[in-house]
């Protein structure tokens, strides 16, 4: 078995999605599940967002947050039509 | 969990650390005796369908012991188990006694939809005697909400799994003895939820800790990820040099002491795994040695997720001991994984290119495909040899999409590497490994171009590629040798020139056998007795069959593919003969031997062989049945399809008079009697003159029809249609042109006398039994034609009196049916027999199935047709 990552964004038929799980995740879960970036929310949950992944890896990325532990509050498809400057601010930090 | 017993299906459904395995395990150490229990720990590789079952009743057979030794026959499994495989395995699991429970342990990784189909299908059948129990992180596609809804179903979940308060307590304070306030206590259930696997690092921060309280409000304060603010705490208590460890090794899958010396470059490894073992530090032993260790997955996870900045830069240096080691122990996938997850492409390509040859051997070309996938094109290119070993894996897996364009890269790669094209870029940088592998790679390039051809029909360039194969294979490449041989037999055989393709499969026989290939021997056998039948010769057919059988003896117990295809030939070589006794004994062996001792084509080939049986004992609605299943289970397995099983059938229809379904098959088939001939569809166009003198139509066209195929045959020495055709023209002539229709029986009778043909001439029934008798009066072989006369006398039409029974009954079903015969109602004889009524009902549908009938009365009465259940009545 290697252990490295994926490259989700590889995929031909690629959307993007963002999922939430409840808890904060470190930051360095990121690079280990190969999601561009997470987000704290102030709500007690973890956004990860940018994924572009296709089903497959979509379900990939599900198994993982599975194998984790995570409790999974929401997967959401994120329209490529719709402006990006509307979304919350991309980033690691907590949003003030 | 107890409950379990009485129900069919106990699922055990939870994410990961809810301690599923652990209640499993504690379940069964309680569990009543006398229960026996068949536990399948499944993993990655047995997400496949072939593989599962084999595990699955290898498992079965284990907890049954010597009891369970019908589990052996069903091995092994494969690699299409279908509805017929998991009807045998109800079969014996019908005949188990007592109670068992089959345990399949994290079933979450398997998601190929055919074995949860296959597993649905079992549990719907299951003997009430046997249980399922599943552990999952998912709930498994098995129809659950019926089976709820039936009562059949016991689900233990995550809300089942967490610690409740008194539970922690009692885990906390009792097995640890922390001894903590029930105020603390609380706090923790609360914030872990219950969940056992932070309840375990909660105990391992807590160890040793005299501010427990204030540890405990900090963690509940927190909204970070419960595993990271553990594993954080546990990290920052361990002495640096445990910390460093578990940061080097945890990328290992398994870990030994000696493979950890090697990785992190000190002694003391096994030592560490014993510490870590005692502390309990997430570490799972997997064997009772104790040499080798996994760290439990989600601990392994956080920690690789969380590697320190210098130990992170070091992970090529660490993959790469790895790698060195498992190399140093001879076990090259594994060092491929490693330096795969290291990066180093250039290294991965050459321990590929050593490893191919052996991976090839144990058929391991999936793997083999999963290297190639993981290596950059670029690097491939420049390695003809390790490029020929993925070209044979995806010819192996008929995975042909990209093989001429790799095959293309190869032959450049070879040219510049053996400086004959000194001007090509390439040439500087061109890698061969295993050098030994040269001298194989002209031939294997025109076997696999042969194999293209083949797939796309374009038999001129198949004989091209394949004579080349055969100029080209070195001489002691006994396997590229016949793979050449039998594809050029096969393009040869497809354009109907026989004896050259049977000289040619022939020698690839021979070479298989001689690099003591005996399962592939078995195959070209199938293939070769095709052949010799078709020329006519059936006795040097039956030479092909037994020396198969008996080189297969020769290889000790082992049953292997294709011994229950040399019966179902075998079988149909003695019915053509007018054995029908020795037919029947032949297909009772291949049913013994069941569907896994057959090749691909087993399935429809055996069931030919039982309808023509069938037919030849007047059951034409039997064999008519049985070839609509052959219809539905054809495969063409590389061979040409030179007997359709529609055409055969059709025959059948018009030896019922059922001219319509004869003509329906004509119209969708488009054959005509303008169609240009070749032998690819000879027998479709004999059925066509068969379909055409039943309709009478014995004038001129059908005539002329005729004598056009018996041309072609003649010119293909084809004795077999010959044979046939001159009997169907003695009788189409027969009524317009006497003479000529005696002279085309005399012909027949002399070609098909030295060979015993007797079915050819008895199916033709009356009209062939007058021009018979005109044989016998004017001496024209007349002893040969006297015992045809005698196998035609046989009358057909009349109901059966011995039906083939195409499944024996088993022990089980035989007491069953001596109970139907009795007075007995089903409750009544289910309890006689000491079984359920579920039970019950599934022997009954067995056994109607087998009969072929539909309701008890004519079950009780095909038994006793078929003197199945011995002359003394039960009652």
Not at chain 2, 6 to 23: D, R
Not at chain 2, 680 to 709: C, D, P, Q, W, Y
Not at chain 2, 803 to 825: A, F, T, Y
Request: proline share 4%; charged share 25%.
């Amino acid at each position: 078995m290697t252990d490295r990552p994926a490259h989700l964004s590889d995929q031909r038929d690629a959307e993007t999605y963002q999922i939430c799980v409840r808890g904060h995740l470190d930051a360095a879960w990121a690079a280990r599940l190969s999601v561009p970036s997470l987000t704290h929310e102030t709500d007690s949950t973890t956004t990860l967002r940018g994924i572009a992944a296709d089903q497959a890896a979509l379900h990939g990325l599900l198994q993982r947050v599975r194998d984790l532990g995570l409790t999974l509050v929401s997967v959401v498809h994120i329209d490529p039509t719709t402006n990006l400057s509307f979304n919350p601010p991309v980033n690691s930090k907590r949003p003030k | 969990m107890g409950r379990g017993t009485k129900s069919k299906l106990t699922l055990i459904s939870a994410p990961a650390g809810f301690g599923k395995t652990t209640l499993l395990a504690e379940w069964l150490a309680n569990s009543a005796s006398g229960r026996a229990v068949a536990w399948l720990s499944l993993d990655q590789t047995d997400n496949d369908l072939a593989t599962f079952w084999s595990h699955l009743v290898a498992a079965l057979q284990a907890a049954t012991g010597a009891a369970g030794a019908a589990f052996t026959d069903l091995l092994p499994v494969g690699p299409k188990p279908d509805e017929a495989f998991l009807a045998k395995l109800l079969n014996v699991l019908g005949d188990v006694s007592g109670d068992l429970d089959l345990v399949l342990d994290d079933f979450h990784v398997i998601d190929q939809r055919s074995i949860e189909e296959g597993l649905s299908f079992l549990l719907e059948h299951l003997p009430s005697n046997i249980h399922l129990v599943m552990s999952t992180r998912a709930d498994p596609a098995l129809a659950l909400g019926r089976l709820r809804a039936r009562g059949e179903l016991i689900e233990i979940r995550s809300g089942d799994l967490r610690f409740i308060p008194e539970e922690v307590t009692a885990y906390i304070n009792g097995s640890m003895r922390l001894g903590l306030t029930a105020q603390d206590i609380t706090v923790l259930g609360g914030r872990t939820e219950g969940w056992i696997a932070a309840l375990q690092l909660a105990v391992l921060s807590l160890e040793g800790r005299n501010d427990a309280t204030a540890f405990i409000e900090g963690f509940a304060g927190s909204d970070r990820y419960i595993v990271d603010y553990l594993v954080e705490e546990v990290l920052q208590r361990v002495p640096d040099e445990i910390r460093h460890f578990l940061f080097c090794s945890c990328f290992l899958e398994r870990l030994s002491g000696s493979l950890c010396d090697a990785v992190i470059g000190s002694s003391g490894g096994k030592a560490m795994l014993d510490a870590l073992d005692r502390q309990n530090l997430f570490i799972v032993p997997l064997d009772d040695r104790r040499q080798w260790y996994r760290y439990h997955h989600l601990f392994a996870d956080v920690l690789r997720a969380h590697l320190p900045d210098e130990v992170r830069n070091e992970l090529p240096t660490l993959h790469r001991r790895a790698a060195d080691w498992y190399e140093e122990q001879g076990d090259r996938p594994e060092a491929i994984s490693q330096v795969l997850a290291g990066g180093d492409f250039e290294r991965a390509a050459e321990l590929m290119e050593m490893a191919i040859p052996d991976v090839q051997k144990a058929r391991g070309e999936a793997i083999i495909r999963n290297w190639m996938r993981a290596l950059p094109t670029e690097l491939v290119r420049a390695r003809p040899v390790l490029g020929m070993g993925f070209v044979g894996a995806l010819a192996a897996l008929g995975e042909l999409g990209e093989v001429e364009g790799r095959l293309g890269d190869i032959e450049r790669g070879l040219a510049a590497f053996s400086g004959g094209d000194a001007r090509s870029s390439l040439a500087h940088r061109v890698v061969v490994i295993d050098t030994t592998q040269l001298p194989r790679m002209p031939g294997a390039m025109e076997l696999y171009r042969t194999a293209l051809a083949q797939v796309r029909g374009d038999i001129p360039r198949m004989i091209y590629h394949a004579e080349r194969v055969l100029a080209l294979a070195q001489p002691d490449d006994h396997v590229s040798r016949a793979a050449g041989s039998s594809l050029l037999g096969i393009a040869y055989w497809s354009a109907g020139n026989l004896e050259q393709a049977r000289r040619l499969w022939s020698d690839g026989r021979d070479g298989l056998e001689h690099a003591t290939h005996i399962a592939d021997v078995l195959g070209v056998s199938v293939a070769l007795a095709d052949i010799s039948i078709a020329q006519g010769h059936l006795v040097e057919a039956k030479q092909v069959y037994d020396h198969a059988l008996e080189l297969a003896a020769a290889q000790g117990v082992q049953v292997l593919r294709g011994t229950a295809d040399m019966y179902a030939g075998l079988a149909a070589l003695s019915l053509q003969q007018g054995e029908l006794q020795i037919a029947h004994q032949h297909l009772q062996k291949c049913h013994e031997l069941g569907e896994v001792a057959g090749l691909p084509q087993h399935p429809y080939r055996w069931r030919v062989a039982a309808a023509h049986l069938r037919q030849s004992e007047g059951n034409l609605e039997g064999a008519v049945a049985l070839l609509d299943e052959a219809v539905r289970l054809y495969v063409g397995d590389f061979f040409p399809n030179v007997r359709p099983v529609a055409a055969t059938r059709a025959r059948v229809w018009i030896a019922q008079g059922r001219l319509g379904d004869a003509t329906r098959w004509q119209r969708e088939t488009g054959v005509g009697i303008d169609d240009e001939l070749s032998y690819l569809r000879e027998f479709e166009h004999i059925t066509l003159a068969r379909l055409l003198i039943a309709k009478n139509e014995t004038g001129g066209v059908s005539s002329a029809f005729l004598a056009r195929l018996l041309d072609q045959a003649t010119s293909g020495d084809r004795v077999g249609s010959i044979i046939e055709l001159s009997v169907l023209q003695a009788l189409a002539l027969r009524t317009s042109d006497a003479a000529g229709s005696f002279l085309a029986l005399e012909k027949a009778l002399s070609l098909a006398e030295p060979e015993g043909y007797v079915r050819l001439f008895a199916e033709e029934g009356e009209p062939m039994a007058a021009l018979l008798r005109l044989a016998v009066k004017r001496r024209i072989v007349p002893t040969y034609a006297q015992r045809l006369l005698a196998a035609v006398g046989q009358p057909r039409g009349r109901p059966q009196v011995h039906p083939d029974l195409i499944e024996p009954l088993s022990e089980r079903e035989l007491d069953v049916l001596r109970l139907l015969r009795s007075d007995l109602g089903g409750p009544e004889i289910a309890r006689e027999l000491s079984v359920s009524e579920n039970t019950m009902r599934t022997h009954t549908k067995n056994i109607y199935e087998k009969l072929g009938v539909n309701n008890r009365r004519s079950a009780v009465r095909r038994a006793e047709e078929l003197n199945l259940l011995g002359r003394n009545s039960p009652h």
